[in-house]
């Protein structure tokens, strides 16, 4: 007989119900649902079976699509959560709030095998994000904080550090995250690294709170970018040291150096320790004036970190909401995938700054160096 001639095997609204509830991600209810049948299906498939059917395709009456593994499925933030709630689980360390979200997700018939390799691929997806080419931006944006992690000998306090770079086009973008124990960032490492992936704010500048080192290994890799020292940090140093002094300014302020300088010379005497931030800008020399000199509209954007820090809060409010004891792995896990996720929203919203206004600054910087 034609095998082409046998008539078509149609499929029953059992099998359509289990595609369903597959496609749509109920893997669970699908998987019980399909073991219940299949005793009806056994008995059946011997009279449904064409008269080419093989063997073996008699014994196998249902077919089983294949699926990924359950903790590799959803969102990058998604799929973070599912690793650190499943690794505390397993430990029993996790929360009945995460572990009723965890199973309503994935369900919880997983080991300590299918998570280590669920992270496997989620660390090399997250090292390949860190790698990728980026647009040459015109101002970075550097942000640390400190996160603690629980380890073998007890708590410890590790740096975290963001950097955003802002394009041409008025757009931010995450340019690097980096988490380490105490003492890291390298910053020559970090601005070695940003150099290769295309990240040379040459012709702007950076944006970071006062930090000499940083400074210092930015000023060696990129000489003619400005470095501002954030300004709203710089005040709240002031208040902080000077506890009985006036309320000193906490909103930047516009026009020359020489009428910012008017400004806050009220509020720093001669021999202060933040005076030497107070330097008029220069070639490779941070200070809180660096971006005095641009348009009026660029200042107050620019001069300041306080911004990435009310993001940030959003960042990590999303990324630990499960209040888990996470490791150094799996704290670094979640807050990577909370910040690649923050990069995906923000083109999205308007752009941060006017791209006219950029150009106009970099035009007049241009022609300022050629004079």
């Not at 124990?181 to 970071?208: C, F, I, N, Q, Y």
């Not at 290994?217 to 954030?230: D, M, T, V």
């Not at 902080?240 to 020359?256: L, W």
């Not at 070639?283 to 509209?297: E, K, M, T």
Request: charged share 25%.
């Amino acid at each position: 007989m034609n095998p082409q001639l046998l008539p078509p095997q149609t499929a029953s609204p059992a099998d359509d119900v289990i595609r369903v509830l597959t496609r749509e991600g109920y893997h669970r209810l699908a998987e019980a649902l399909r073991d219940l049948l299949r005793p009806l299906v056994n008995g059946s498939e011997t009279a449904r079976a064409h008269p080419g059917a093989t063997t073996l395709e008699k014994e196998v009456p249902l077919f089983t699509p294949f699926r990924p593994p359950p903790l590799d499925q959803g969102t990058w933030m998604d799929r973070a959560r599912q690793v650190a709630i499943a690794h505390a689980y397993l430990r029993k360390e996790a929360s009945e709030k995460s572990v009723a979200w965890l199973e309503e997700r994935c369900g919880l018939r997983f080991d300590d095998s299918q998570v280590e390799r669920a992270a496997v691929a989620l660390d090399s997806q997250i090292r390949a994000w860190r790698r990728r080419r980026l647009p040459r931006p015109y101002w970075l944006f550097v942000h640390s904080w400190r996160e603690r992690v629980c380890q073998a000998t007890g708590a410890e306090c590790w740096s975290a550090t963001l950097v955003v770079g802002i394009d041409t086009h008025g757009y931010r973008l995450a340019a690097d995250f980096a988490f380490g124990p105490s003492g890291e960032p390298h910053w020559d490492e970090m601005a070695k690294s940003l150099d290769a992936r295309g990240v040379s704010p040459e012709g702007g500048g950076v944006t970071g709170r006062m930090v000499p080192e940083m400074f210092t290994a930015f000023a060696s890799k990129w000489p003619a970018a400005r470095l501002q020292a954030c300004q709203r940090q710089f005040a709240s140093r002031m208040t902080n040291q000077e506890p009985g002094s006036p309320k000193v300014p906490r909103v930047p302020f516009k026009g020359t150096t020489v009428e910012h300088r008017a400004v806050w010379d009220r509020w720093i005497s001669a021999d202060h320790p933040l005076r030497d931030w107070m330097r008029a800008p220069g070639s490779g020399r941070p200070g809180i004036f660096a971006v005095a000199d641009l348009p009026a509209s660029l200042q107050s954007a620019l001069c300041s970190t306080s911004w990435v820090e009310r993001e940030l809060r959003q960042l990590r409010r999303q990324a630990l909401q499960d209040d888990l004891p996470l490791g150094p792995s799996m704290k670094s896990r979640l807050l990577a995938a909370a910040v690649i996720e923050w990069e995906g929203r923000l083109d999205l919203k308007k752009p941060f700054v006017d791209p006219e206004i950029l150009a106009e600054a970099q035009n007049a910087i241009a022609a300022a160096r050629i004079a």
